[in-house]
């Protein structure tokens, strides 16, 4: 047989045993290809909320300066106020990714991360209960997510927070201290998005676990680690650019009180009308009392902590998605008698199944097209406004990270923490005319020359038949008025 028939041979001997690596792939691997493939799907709605513009913006200028933002410089409201990002790191992953393949990089960065939460989630799940039983957990995970899937940071963080937590857990079911080799994971989290308090906060409750169920000749000792890991935990939330402050910078966003109630994401879930939360609360509850299910003290703790989050703040409705079933996987696999699975792949294989479902992922992503509603509903409004070479604009915050996008200086965009709580109350009241004079108030005191707004908003309609304002330009999605009278 000649060389170039072995080399042949050989060629076709590995492609078959990486075919059959495949074909045996692990749950994870499929999971993470069929969430991958699904969030490349829905690209386009992965650019519906405007901040996504801003955070890209905010990354080109930290690859451009070599520095993180410490003041606004934005908008025409709070230019030169402190500001510091704490999602730095996710903004310069977008835009390296929008600087490298466009719109396509950003849909296959948001895809592989959330398809590294799902995989890694799934792979706990299955090693200790039945892959039906872990797909139908995952499929309802997804649906719980799927709507707060954006080209945002909290997303690119979503498979950290599920390892540091998963760590956790582990640590917990052993009754020992975490490993200081996770204190890197959350390091990596505070650079990544404000979520890190989360899992800083965890540490507490989870230890709290892990004493509950160890013996009490280990308590004392087992109580000293977790402290010291606690420690560790809360400096290693400080490794960022902004050190300690970063700290201060995340706990802006939960002292705004009132304007959180205004702002979708963070107001309360309603159940006025069936939804997705609220048929898979109302199953889990049927399954609990069904099957008759008992938890420890601490476990059914972290299930309220988890589930009051997700009831005070849709945004967290994921957080519970993901979480929960970490939380109670251990005492369920034990209290149905689940043993753990078979040992893990070999990494060889492993390496093989996760390459492989990165190159699906991406491939998908660059295959398919992107459509930015944001340019057809957004882009005629904003060159009306050029047109009429106004700068004090007052807009809503539907534009202001579109507005950042094209260069334009916003009266208000998604940085609720920039604003605060007394300038965001305001803007809600004079947009919705909960009091008409706040309005007056408002394009007054700001000397206003012109405004770009929902059609369909309070504001705006009033706007229509107000002495001193004209309509110059309108659409289904914008509407934009000049002060006629100086």
């Known amino acids: 047989m000649s060389v170039t028939s072995i080399d042949s041979a050989r060629g076709r001997g590995l492609m078959d045993g990486r075919a059959r690596i495949l ?18 799907l829905q690209g386009n709605n992965l650019f519906l909320d405007t901040d996504t513009f801003w955070q890209i913006k905010v990354g080109e200028a930290i690859l451009a300066q070599h520095a993180v933002p410490h003041v606004d410089i934005y908008s025409w409201t709070r230019a030169g106020a402190p500001w510091m990002s704490s999602s730095w790191l996710s903004q310069v992953l977008f835009a390296a990714a929008y600087q490298l393949a466009g719109w396509s990089g950003v849909v296959a960065v948001c895809a592989l991360a959330v398809a590294a939460a799902f995989a890694l989630m799934v792979r706990l799940l299955s090693s200790r209960i039945s892959i039906a039983a872990t797909g139908v957990v995952a499929m309802l995970a ?9 080209a945002r940071p909290h997303v690119l963080a979503m498979p950290v927070m599920v390892a540091w937590v998963a760590g956790l857990m582990a640590a917990a079911d052993r009754r020992a201290a975490p490993s200081p080799w996770l204190l890197p994971l959350l390091a990596l989290w505070a650079n990544l998005h404000g979520s890190f308090l989360l899992g800083l906060v965890l540490v507490g409750p989870i230890g709290l676990d892990a004493l509950w169920n160890a013996q009490a000749p280990q308590r004392k000792t087992l109580a000293l680690k977790w402290t010291l890991f606690g420690i560790g935990a809360l400096i290693a939330c400080c490794a960022t650019p902004y050190g300690w402050d970063t700290l ?27 939804s997705a939360f609220e048929i898979c609360l109302l199953l889990a509850i ?115 990270g579109y507005m950042i996008w094209k260069g334009m200086a916003p009266f208000i965009d998604g940085r609720s923490e920039l604003y605060g709580e007394q300038f965001g109350l305001d803007y809600f009241n004079a947009v919705s005319l909960q009091d008409p004079n706040v309005l007056f108030r408002v394009l007054d005191a700001n000397r206003i020359e012109a405004t770009i707004m929902v059609p369909s908003t309070a504001a705006a309609r009033l706007l229509d038949h107000l002495d001193g ?17 100086k």
């Open 248 to 274: 201060f910078a995340a706990r802006k966003i939960l002292d705004l009180g009132g304007v959180l109630t205004v702002i979708s994401e963070w107001a309360p879930v309603s159940f006025e009308h069936v």
């Open 469 to 485: 304002w004209h309509r110059v330009f309108a659409n289904d999605w914008a509407v934009v008025h000049v002060r006629t009278v």
């Open 23 to 40: 074909v045996r792939a692990p749950a994870w691997f499929w999971a993470a290809v069929v969430v991958g493939v699904l969030v490349v």
């Open 142 to 150: 997804f649906a719980l997510a799927q709507h707060h899937l954006l």
């Open 286 to 400: 049927a399954a609990v009392l069904y099957l008759g299910v008992t938890l420890p003290p601490t476990r059914i703790l972290l299930a309220l902590v988890l589930l009051h989050m997700a009831l005070s703040h849709d945004r967290h409705i994921e957080v519970f998605a993901l979480l929960l079933p970490l939380v109670l996987l251990t005492p369920l696999a034990d209290r149905f008698g689940c043993p753990r699975n078979a040992a893990p792949a070999s990494r060889s294989a492993a390496t093989t199944a996760v390459v492989a479902a990165m190159l699906l992922i991406v491939g998908g992503a660059a295959l398919r097209p992107i459509r930015l509603m944001a340019d057809e509903r957004y882009q005629p409004a904003i060159a009306a406004l050029r047109a009429q070479n106004v700068t004090r604009v007052f807009n809503e915050d539907t534009f202001g």
